[in-house]
């Protein structure tokens, strides 16, 4: 069988054809490269091993008024070299996604803290408010007359009188109102 007997129009490094059939409608011609080695299409390693071969049909120029076929056979890596770099790949791909789900999860990290801080901070005022009004409770019970009339002179802002109800105005504003007090019927 001759080498090099047909012409490629592909564009394909020079290729050595293994055998060829001429059918009814076209020409068939199985080929393969002539280097020895295999160039990986993820990191551009070249490779002596191989895994397997696998055919891959390209259409040529014309020949005798026939199309031409190539069957070109293609090595493949070896198969573990080939998961690792897909694995890397996919590590990769993977990294970025972990990276950018992170910094989301750092985002949300800082308002928590942010928001348990000021939980806490509430949660000491509240404590501290609790606490002063016990005092000012034991206080006021340990007030004697003198003390309650001066302490009402520094909370009561207005006192009203209409003639039939008193409204009392404080100083501080007081959970519940004071309600007016009516007089007589």
């Not at 071969?53 to 040529?60: E, F, G, L, N, V």
Request: glycine share 6%; charged share 35%; proline share 3%.
């Amino acid at each position: 069988m001759q080498d090099d007997c047909i012409a490629v129009a592909l564009g394909l490094p020079r290729l050595k054809i293994l055998w060829q059939k001429e059918l009814e409608g076209h020409i068939e011609a199985t080929v393969m490269y002539r280097r020895e080695e295999a160039t990986c299409p993820w990191c551009g390693r070249v490779t002596h091993k191989e895994h397997d071969r696998r055919p891959q049909s390209k259409q040529d120029r014309r020949l005798r008024d026939k199309v031409v076929f190539l069957v070109l056979i293609k090595r493949r890596l070896v198969e573990s070299y080939r998961k690792g770099l897909y694995a890397d790949f996919m590590m990769r791909e993977d990294m970025e996604l972990i990276q950018k789900e992170q910094g989301e999860l750092e985002k949300r990290k800082v308002e928590l803290e942010r928001q348990l801080a000021q939980r806490f901070l509430t949660q000491n005022q509240e404590a501290h408010i609790k606490s002063l009004a016990e005092k000012i409770s034991i206080g006021l019970d340990n007030l004697d007359f003198t003390g309650k009339q001066e302490l009402l002179r520094l909370l009561v802002e207005k006192v009203f009188y209409n003639g039939q109800s008193i409204e009392i105005l404080t100083i501080i504003p007081l959970s519940e109102q004071l309600h007016p007090i009516h007089r007589g019927g």
